[in-house]
């Protein structure tokens, strides 16, 4: 679905850094009942410090098992992080037609306590089991997994770039995207423009494994994504990563993340990614 072109990524990559060189040497079965028993633990010395509870969204069948979302508050209303959990189950039997892009989309509703501390409005995870262009960069099977701000509604309302190519055009301004991300050329139906991190490992010789994507459409930031390998969550590692940061965000005094993660509960054999390290801005 997504419809970077590579040379045009690559073109751009090496100019830039042609010229900047020396400057960079529910609840189970119930959304409504709020808290499970089993909270969500990251794997960090942090969270292991900190009381807090866990609010999960609605089971959704995903694969051979099931996915929902979740956070974490702590007892005096701070969010600490919002994420995905997948039992092993949904890693199998996924959809294999790369066209069928409905059958391979899998939206992850929130608990409203998630709306009301983050900018989040719903979650979508994306499976692409040949990967997507540009080939030779992401054509590994991986998942998207979309952290929108706008609604479902708004979501799908997003046209493919041919019908309005201005609103994929229409750049936030400048600040509510970090520096060194590149705005891929055209777009995607109910999703939008997507900025790749020209930082990231990808775009520096080494073979993409996981990486945070932003998006945008008609001059706002609607949404963000850990684009992640089915190889790495497969493997069950433990990963951090920092998400560089813009100098803007909208709407404010709501909880942003300034990292994602990705780990594996050997305890009750689950998957799990999150945005966290959690800051008011």
């Not at 969270?47 to 974490?72: C, D, K, V």
């Amino acid at each position: 679905m997504k419809k970077l072109s590579f040379v045009a990524l690559m073109l751009v990559a090496s100019v830039f850094f042609a010229c900047q060189k020396e400057n960079i040497n529910s609840t189970a079965r119930n959304e409504s009942e709020a808290v499970a028993s089993m909270s969500v633990h990251i794997p960090d010395a942090f969270l292991s410090e900190t009381s807090f509870n866990t609010f999960y969204g609605p089971e959704i069948q995903m694969g051979n098992g099931h996915a929902r979302s979740w956070i974490n508050v702590t007892h005096d209303n701070k969010a600490l992080a919002i994420g995905v959990e997948m039992t092993s189950g949904a890693l199998e039997n996924l959809p294999q037609d790369p066209n069928d892009f409905e059958a391979a989309t899998f939206v992850l509703p929130l608990h409203p306590t998630a709306k009301d501390l983050m900018p989040y409005d719903h979650i979508t995870i994306n499976w692409n089991v040949h990967g997507h262009e540009p080939p030779g960069l992401y054509d590994l099977p991986h998942f998207d997994f979309h952290f929108y701000k706008i609604s479902i509604a708004e979501q799908l309302a997003i046209p493919p770039y041919e019908i309005a190519p201005a609103l994929f055009d229409n750049e936030p301004p400048a600040g509510y995207i970090p520096p060194l991300y590149f705005k891929g050329p055209g777009g995607v139906p109910q999703m939008g423009a997507h900025w790749v991190d020209l930082l990231s490992p990808e775009f520096n010789g080494q073979i993409f494994t996981q990486t945070f994507i932003y998006g945008s459409y008609n001059g706002e930031v609607t949404f963000y994504e850990p684009m992640i390998t089915m190889a790495v969550i497969q493997s069950g590692a433990t990963i951090h990563k920092d998400i560089r940061q813009p100098l803007y965000f909208s709407p404010t005094n709501k909880y942003y993340a300034t990292r994602y993660s990705i780990w594996k509960d050997e305890t009750n054999n689950r998957h799990y990614m999150s945005l966290d390290e959690m800051v008011l801005r």
